[in-house]
């Protein structure tokens, strides 16, 4: 939240806890505006002017070739989901490049679940992310106050990148190998550090730095004490509030007329989507579970992507299935039934398909999905135009 005194006008939800945050100057043009930058899991989110501004996100780490051909084989059938589970302990235990996350969850995961796990992966490319976990400026050209500053990020796998701050692409990328922090000469207070390809940075701290104490008893800050310079009342305020006083039963009524009326246009809208299965929610209360659906692509190639979730209070639901109803002459599906994992209340669970137009003259139907269980339907059939 960007904030001015004691007033937010702008507030921006991050999708993960933030690890940092610096002010910088990206550029010489007038105003001299600064920027913020933001450093949240993968990502750094860049504001100014009080809104968004620029995105960027850490390159992806090498993947074990060992790993890659494994899960190939496991896509394609050639070995159970036992044998990877014991290929890829072996792998874990030897490699020098780590596994990726979705091999460690899967080496978590007990035995009668692992099959539902690989079928559910097993068609997706593997990726593997770090995270930042501090970030700096360092100055480009001058080493003046105001001067244009670049963005220094460290991550978990320990790396150091340095990015140009108009471009936002990284300048220079070192792995640091060892830190010490002590007595460098003269100066009591020296960071040296030597990284991969050889170097050695040595930061030196200024002798004139002053560290403030910061009140750590707990209770509202002080400054929440600080009366706010609140203006005078002019006439148009008073004349509204004699208005508001005289008139405020008709007021009251209005207001719950309007809000009536929003109710019932939220009910209708509710009892359409029920109605036309845009958002299906289950009518069997055992099993409560909602479902959408995402179409991706501009053909003749689209990829369906499932989202379910279950909706119980603290029950999780097992032995679920889906199956996809379809003109078999008009599309063509590469997998029209999957055995759902086990769904823990409050989770969404992304399954996805890729769907293949067959018809070259344009023509598009309806693709009815279903979720089973054991030999019965429990939830109503959603149509999705493809």
């Not at 707990?218 to 310079?229: D, E, H, K, M, T």
């Not at 009910?267 to 009518?283: D, F, I, N, Q």
Request: glycine share 4%.
């Amino acid at each position: 939240s960007s904030c001015i005194g004691k007033i937010s006008p702008y507030e921006n939800t991050l999708l993960d806890l933030p690890t940092g945050l610096v002010s910088f100057l990206m550029d010489q043009h007038e105003p001299r505006t600064p920027a913020i930058a933001v450093a949240s899991g993968p990502f750094i989110y860049v504001y100014k002017n009080l809104r968004p501004y620029f995105k960027f996100t850490l390159p992806p780490l090498e993947v074990n070739a060992l790993e890659q051909d494994v899960w190939n084989q496991a896509r394609e059938d050639m070995i159970d989901p036992l044998s990877l589970k014991e290929m890829l302990e072996g792998i874990r235990d030897k490699a020098d490049v780590p596994l990726s996350v979705r091999s460690l969850r899967f080496l978590m995961l007990d035995p009668q679940d692992t099959e539902a796990f690989v079928n559910l992966h097993k068609a997706q490319p593997i990726r593997r992310q770090t995270v930042i976990t501090c970030i700096g400026t360092l100055k480009k050209n001058m080493a003046d106050e105001d001067a244009v500053s670049c963005l220094v990020i460290c991550t978990e796998s320990k790396d150091v990148y340095i990015l140009d701050p108009e471009a936002f692409t990284i300048l220079s990328k070192d792995v640091v190998t060892s830190i010490c922090f002590g007595r460098y000469g003269r100066e009591d207070g020296t960071l040296i550090m030597t990284t991969k390809g050889g170097g050695l940075i040595v930061k030196i701290l200024k002798r004139t730095a002053v560290f403030d104490d910061r009140d750590s008893a707990p209770g509202p800050p002080l400054a929440q004490s600080i009366r706010l310079n609140i203006p005078k009342k002019t006439k148009l305020y008073v004349d509204q509030t004699m208005r508001e006083r005289e008139n405020a039963v008709a007021m009251h009524r209005a207001f719950q007329m309007d809000l009536s009326r929003l109710r019932l246009a939220a009910a209708r809208a509710y009892v359409k989507a029920l109605e036309s299965s845009l958002t299906p929610m289950s009518s069997s209360l055992s099993e409560p579970l909602k479902m959408n659906a995402v179409v991706q692509g501009l053909g003749p190639s689209f990829k369906l992507t499932l989202n379910i979730q279950n909706t119980a209070a603290c029950r999780p639901v097992m032995n679920l299935a889906i199956s996809f109803l379809y003109d078999e002459s008009l599309y063509s599906m590469r997998t029209a039934f999957f055995k759902i994992p086990l769904l823990v209340p409050g989770l969404n669970y992304p399954i996805d398909t890729f769907v293949e137009c067959l018809s070259d003259k344009g023509i598009s139907d309806i693709i009815k999905v279903g979720i089973l269980f054991l030999c019965y339907s429990i939830f109503p059939l959603g149509d999705f135009t493809v």
